[in-house]
């Protein structure tokens, strides 16, 4: 079955870098849009990061405005792995991050992602 693995959180300083993987097994992970959400406590889970199926070698993303410039999301089809690269970290950026799969074209709805993973905790301290 389908299942996706986050790693590569942590506890970092304001102004840290950190990046995190999702291990995606199942599937070929060129054939699906990824995305990454995450949820602060208290909070809906929000739109972070989204990277398109792969169209022979090339890929569409974007990302939610408070993030833009920050992170980055990039794919790994040959090691079905997708990553977040997150750079200049401030406190507001803490909350679990889940990383999460769609069939066909990307979204940045949670409501129309058919496979999730279990989440990785991102703290960062000021």
């Known amino acids: 079955q389908v299942q996706l693995v986050e790693s590569g959180g942590g506890l970092v300083q304001a102004g840290d870098s950190l990046t995190l993987s999702c291990a995606v097994s199942?599937?070929?992970?060129?054939?699906?849009?990824m995305s990454w959400f995450r949820q602060a406590p208290g909070k809906e889970r929000d739109f972070v990061a989204t990277?398109?199926?792969?169209?022979?070698?090339?890929?569409?993303?974007y990302y939610a405005d408070s993030v833009e410039g920050r992170l980055t999301i990039s794919r790994d089809n040959a090691k079905n792995t997708v990553y977040l690269q997150m750079s200049s970290l401030k406190p507001e950026d803490t909350a679990v991050y889940y990383c999460?799969?769609?069939?066909?074209?990307?979204?940045?709805?949670?409501?129309?992602?058919?496979?999730w993973g279990q989440g990785t905790q991102v703290t960062v301290s000021s």
């Open positions: 999460a799969l769609k069939y066909g074209m990307t979204s940045d709805g949670t409501d129309e992602y058919d496979y």
């Open positions: 199942g599937l070929t992970l060129s054939s699906v849009s």
């Open positions: 990277i398109s199926r792969t169209n022979r070698i090339s890929h569409i993303t």
